[in-house]
């Protein structure tokens, strides 16, 4: 896509992938721009295109959620099958705390054209929820999706969130989370993805700390946060930085 635009300053479209897949990669400050260069240059695309760079950009650019919802809703008048739209509806739902509704969005999207992605909020929501039996279930759905479709691009974050059910259960099972993050550590480390091996050593960690290995926990996350170049107010890092504090 960087070649599309040194060849095209003007594809939106092409900065509009750009943006998503900086935001991936938490390259925050790139992904922002990407989408503001195709928001200035939303009126030479489709209405479908057009639809799908404003939402984006009230969801990266400017973090006005309302707005984004009401893009995602609008958007799915006019394509009801887009199961795409359906997961990125579940994103804000998610962040505001709908998660009964970030559940049905999922699952309207993981009836139509399923994607290992739409697990992740499904998984999230469930647990949310206190419904551990089908947070439990949809993991193991996802896990069977990613295995037989070659989709491992979220596998650590289905690990991550298996130990998060585990522990989120009255009785808290220790043995079997901290087994399940140290999958999520592995898969991470294998597709090369800083985030969520961040998320997974966050979550580690905590559970290292809670049985008083503090040391141990601070040397596991430190050096992964420190990695990290840019992205510093997203939630993600904020966590990991007041963890480490924590920590000292």
Same mark, same amino acid.
């Given at each position: 896509?960087?070649?599309?635009?040194?060849?095209?300053?003007?594809?939106?479209?092409?900065?509009?992938?750009?943006?998503?897949?900086? !935001?991936n990669?938490?390259?925050?400050?790139?992904?922002?721009?990407?989408?503001?260069?195709?928001?200035?240059?939303?009126?030479?695309?489709?209405?479908?295109?057009?639809?799908?760079i404003?939402?984006? !950009? !009230?969801d990266?650019?400017?973090?006005?959620?309302?707005?984004?919802?009401e893009?995602?809703?609008?958007?799915?008048?006019?394509?009801?099958?887009?199961a795409?739209? +359906?997961?990125?509806?579940?994103?804000? !739902?998610?962040i505001?705390? +709908?998660?009964?509704?970030?559940?049905?969005? $999922?699952?309207?999207?993981?009836?139509?054209?399923?994607?290992?992605?739409?697990?992740?909020?499904?998984?999230?929501?469930?647990?949310?929820?206190?419904?551990?039996?089908?947070?439990?279930a949809?993991?193991?759905e996802?896990?069977?999706?990613? $295995?037989?479709?070659?989709e491992?691009?979220?596998?650590a974050?289905?690990?991550?969130l298996?130990?998060?059910? #585990?522990?989120?259960?009255d009785?808290?099972?220790?043995?079997?989370?901290?087994a399940?993050?140290?999958?999520a550590?592995?898969?991470?480390?294998?597709?090369?993805?800083?985030?969520f $091996?961040? +998320?997974?050593? #966050?979550?580690?960690? +905590?559970?290292?700390?809670?049985?008083?290995?503090?040391r141990?926990?601070?040397?596991?996350?430190?050096?992964?946060?420190?990695?990290f170049? $840019?992205?510093?107010?997203?939630a993600?890092?904020?966590?990991?930085?007041?963890?480490?504090?924590?920590?000292?």
């Open positions: 896509m960087k070649r599309a635009v040194e060849l095209d300053p003007n594809f939106a479209m092409a900065y509009t992938s750009l943006a998503t897949s900086y !935001y990669l938490n390259q925050i400050d790139l992904s922002i721009a990407a989408i503001k260069k195709a928001f200035e240059l939303r009126d030479r695309v489709t209405e479908r295109e057009r639809s799908h404003t939402t984006l !950009y !009230y990266i650019a400017t973090g006005e959620a309302e707005k984004a919802t893009g995602y809703k609008q958007w799915l008048q006019i394509y009801p099958r887009d795409n739209v +359906r997961g990125n509806l579940a994103d804000e !739902y998610m505001a705390g +709908r998660y009964q509704d970030a559940v049905d969005s $999922e699952r309207a999207a993981l009836s139509g054209d399923p994607n290992v992605v739409d697990y992740i909020n499904l998984i999230a929501s469930y647990v949310a929820l206190n419904k551990f039996d089908e947070a439990q949809a993991i193991k996802g896990l069977a999706r990613a $295995e037989a479709t070659g491992h691009f979220c596998t974050e289905l690990h991550r298996r130990a998060r059910a #585990c522990l989120a259960r009785a808290g099972d220790v043995r079997l989370a901290e399940a993050l140290d999958a550590l592995a898969a991470a480390r294998h597709q090369s993805s800083r985030l $091996e961040l +998320r997974a050593a #966050c979550d580690l960690a +905590r559970v290292r700390a809670d049985r008083g290995e503090r141990n926990a601070r040397d596991l996350l430190a050096p992964i946060y420190g990695w170049t $840019e992205g510093f107010k997203t993600d890092l904020k966590d990991a930085k007041a963890l480490i504090g924590d920590l000292a």
